[in-house]
């Protein structure tokens, strides 16, 4: 019965620990999967950002661009404003224009900056995704933990039993030696 009883604990050892590392595994595994995922959505936006900047900085040279041919021509103008009267009126044509230009720069810049603003709010909430897989794997370490702590006790108790097997056996070989001696 003694010996029975060690197997049997042995056997539910090797399963506790068995069942322990396959959840382990599990959970180390569906935290690589997240992350990886995480990792590869920052990807994604991080391009998405580079792509938008590089377009922003194109858009933002050729605006310059423009506002410094405009700046040009208005100064041409105005040198001919003093020869002609019938130039005055391109001048004033140009003067639109680049109000014009100037209102949808202006435009631009506020969509600019509600995109970014959009863009902040999805690096937040990856953030805080990110602070909440910290906090997940922080509660399965300590259940881990919880876990490896329940299971000491029993090997333990194993390892008493074991002992006891041990010291049984050393007495009942000193009973057969003594009883081999009585027979002679």
Do not use: C
């Not at 590392?21 to 990886?36: V, Y």
């Not at 922003?56 to 103008?77: G, H, I, V, Y």
């Not at 909440?132 to 008493?160: A, G, S």
């Not at 097997?165 to 070989?173: A, D, G, H, S, Y």
Request: proline residues 1%; negative net charge; aromatic residues 4%.
């Amino acid at each position: 019965p003694g010996i029975l009883a060690i197997q049997n604990l042995t056997q539910e050892k090797e399963y506790e620990k068995r069942k322990h590392e396959e959840a382990k595994r599990q959970m180390e595994d569906e935290h690589e999967r997240h992350m990886n995922k995480l990792d590869e959505m920052l990807t994604l936006e991080r391009q998405k950002h580079k792509e938008l900047l590089s377009a922003e900085q194109s858009e933002r040279q050729l605006a310059e661009n423009q506002q410094a041919e405009a700046e040009q021509d208005r100064m041409k103008l105005e040198e001919q404003l003093k020869r002609k009267e019938q130039e005055l009126e391109e001048l004033i044509e140009a003067q639109k224009k680049l109000e014009g230009i100037y209102e949808r720069s202006l435009k631009d810049n506020h969509e600019k900056e509600k995109m970014n603003a959009d863009k902040e709010r999805i690096v937040q909430a990856l953030k805080k995704e990110k602070t909440e897989m910290e906090k997940f794997k922080y509660v399965m370490v300590h259940k881990n933990q919880k876990l490896e702590d329940e299971m000491k006790p029993r090997e333990e108790e194993i390892e008493k039993m074991e002992n006891q097997i041990n010291e049984m056996n050393e007495e009942l070989e000193r009973y057969w030696r003594e009883n081999e001696n009585y027979k002679m």
